[in-house]
Structures are given as C-alpha cells and as structure tokens.
C-alpha cells in the first residue's frame, strides 16, 4: 500500500474517532515514522529529476536554436563572400576581354593601314571599287528620280490637294457657324501650317464651298464676313478672288440662263447652279459690310458681264433679304433637297479636282 492510502485511511478513522493499530503504533514508534520517509523521498527524487529533465531539454533546444541560426548567419556571409569574389573575377574577366578587343581592333586598323595602298595601287582592285561605286551611286540616284517623279506627278499634286482642301473645309465647318469666335489670326495661321494654303486661298476655297455646297443664309454670311475679318484680305485681293469665283463658275456651267426650255437633265442643274451662284455673287457684291458700296457696284457689273446677263437678268435672280422663302427657292434651284445637302455631288467633286490641278 502507497503511503498516501495509508494516510487517507489513517486520517477517515480518526474522523470517525476511531484508533487503528496502524495509528497506534504510528504514533507510538519513531521507526514507523522513518519508514514513511523513506518511502517519500523516491517520489520527490523522481520529481526533482523530472525538473532537471525538463530544464536540460528547454537548455537543449534554446542551444540548437542559437547553433542554427550562427550557422544562417555564416552561411548568409560565406554567400555575400562568394558574390563579392564572383564580381571581382566578372570584372577581372570583363576588363581582360575589354583589353583583347583593344588589342584586336588595333590589329585590324594595322592590318589595313598596311595592306590597303598595297590593295589599291592594283588596277583590278581599284577598278572594281569604281564600278561598284558607279552602280550605287547611279542606283541610289535612279530610285531618287523615281520617288520624286511619282511625288510631282500631276496626279499626285490633284491628289495632295483635294486632301488639303477637305481638310480645310472640315475644320472650318466643325467651327462655322457653332463656334465662330475660335477661328482666330492664330487658328488661321496654324492652318496655313497645316495645309500649305496662304490666307487668300483659305478664304477662297471656303468662299467657292460656301457657294456650292452650304445654304445660303444669314449664317453663312456672317461666317464669310468673320473669315474675311480674320484672314486679313485687302479689299483689291477680295475683288480678284470675287472675279476669279465667276470665271471658274462660268467656265463649268456657260452663260446665264434665260428659260429651261430644250435642256437635259444635267445641263439644267448645271445651269441652275450657274444661275443661283450668280446671284449669290451679286448679292455679296451689292452687301456694304462685305465690299464697300463704291468697289461693289464696280464688281457687281464685272459679274455681269462675265455671265453675260443683262439688267433684266439680274432683277430676276437678285436676292433681296434672306429669308427663308428666298433661301428655299435658291436652294431648289441649285436643286438641292432638304437640310441644303447637294442632290448630286459630281459637280462639287469635279471642281474641287479643277482647283487642286490649278492651285499647284
């Protein structure tokens, strides 16, 4: 029996009032007493070894961990060590291959320095080069010839141009009549840088879209009077490209027409714009804030004569106000359906073609 059971059932009979013979004899001999001592003092070696045990293996582990990471640590140097060794021998072995190139080039420019006179004075050698030389030189200068013929041809010039001039009326229409106060001097200027065209061009190839292509109202003559105002044109230069405009438009669609009688359908329009840009023309001509009165009735009568009409003629065509009966009937007779958009755009496309082949 373990000396705790001896004690737990020592203590119970004692609670009871109760003397065992055990106790009795516990309490009455020293021995027994130094046998119960004897019997603990197993329990607490085995529990003073079980301390130490713990103590050593916690010992132990702190020890393996400090082991570990002094061997982290000097394998983290051994490796920075063998990287600092490895750039010194790249750049050891950098410099030598710099040297050996040095060293190598400088052969080559030897090698040649000696050996080209002696190359060249050989009639063979010296005429090869020539000829070879000859052949790409006249090459070079015949793919030369080439390029710029096909780049000044008068196809490609038409082609440039007709570009140019789509260009410019798009831009001019992303801002005329919505925006009118972006086109400026500068806005005009950057797109003399764009296109090429000077500022008498601009205005007349706007002028010619204008008298073609958009409607003809109060809109498109304070956008004419503002590009007019921008491009800076002296009242002589607008008067040739006034005079200009009506040879051009005579020269596609002939003399004023008097009656629609015997016709085709072509002729007819064609004479029908004819008839509606010269009234266009006459009333620019006759407007003070466009041409001062004295210049415009002079303009007015070189417009005349170039279409060959008569006064009769232009009480007929003359445009009075732009109001928007004046301006449907105007439009209609360039037969032109609604929105002002062109029936047909042979006429437009075939001008703009005429003025690329002239303007360059």
């Excluded at 950098?94 to 190139?101: F, S, W, Y």
Aim: charge should be negative; include cysteine.
């Amino acid at each position: 029996m373990s000396m705790s059971a001896v004690m737990a059932s020592t203590s119970s009979a004692c609670s009871a009032g109760q003397r065992t013979p055990c106790a009795v004899r516990m309490s009455a001999c020293p021995s027994t007493l130094r046998t119960i001592r004897k019997v603990q003092q197993p329990q607490k070696i085995l529990n003073a070894f079980s301390t130490l045990t713990h103590h050593r293996g916690v010992a132990t582990h702190r020890r393996t961990g400090v082991i570990t990471a002094a061997k982290k640590k000097e394998q983290e140097e051994n490796v920075e060590e063998e990287e600092m060794e490895e750039g010194v021998e790249y750049e050891e072995v950098e410099e030598e291959v710099m040297e050996e190139v040095a060293i190598e080039r400088q052969s080559i420019l030897t090698t040649i320095q000696v050996n080209a006179p002696k190359a060249w004075a050989m009639p063979g050698v010296r005429n090869t080069a020539y000829t070879v030389g000859a052949v790409l030189g006249a090459t070079l200068l015949w793919s030369c010839w080439n390029v710029f013929k096909k780049w000044s041809a008068p196809k490609a010039k038409r082609k440039r141009t007709v570009g140019a001039n789509k260009y410019l009326v798009e831009t001019l229409s992303e801002y005329l009549p919505a925006q009118r106060s972006g086109v400026t001097p500068g806005f005009i200027n950057k797109l003399r840088f764009e296109t090429g065209f000077k500022q008498d061009l601009i205005f007349r190839k706007y002028l010619r879209y204008m008298l073609d292509q958009r409607p003809f109202d109060t809109d498109a003559v304070a956008d004419l009077l503002h590009l007019r105002t921008v491009c800076d044109l002296p009242i002589e230069k607008l008067l040739e490209l006034m005079e200009e405009s009506a040879k051009r438009t005579f020269e596609r669609t002939g003399i004023l027409m008097r009656k629609p009688e015997g016709f085709t359908m072509s002729g007819l329009q064609k004479k029908a714009t004819g008839r509606a840009t010269f009234s266009k023309l006459m009333y620019l001509a006759d407007l003070p804030e466009f041409i001062p009165a004295e210049q415009g009735v002079k303009m007015q009568a070189k417009v005349m004569e170039i279409f060959g009409a008569t006064d009769e003629d232009f009480e007929e065509a003359r445009i009075t106000t732009l109001g928007e009966a004046d301006t449907a009937a105007l439009e209609k007779l360039m037969g032109r359906g609604e929105g002002g958009q062109p029936m047909s755009a042979d006429i437009s496309e075939d001008e703009d073609e005429e003025e690329g082949s002239k303007d360059e």
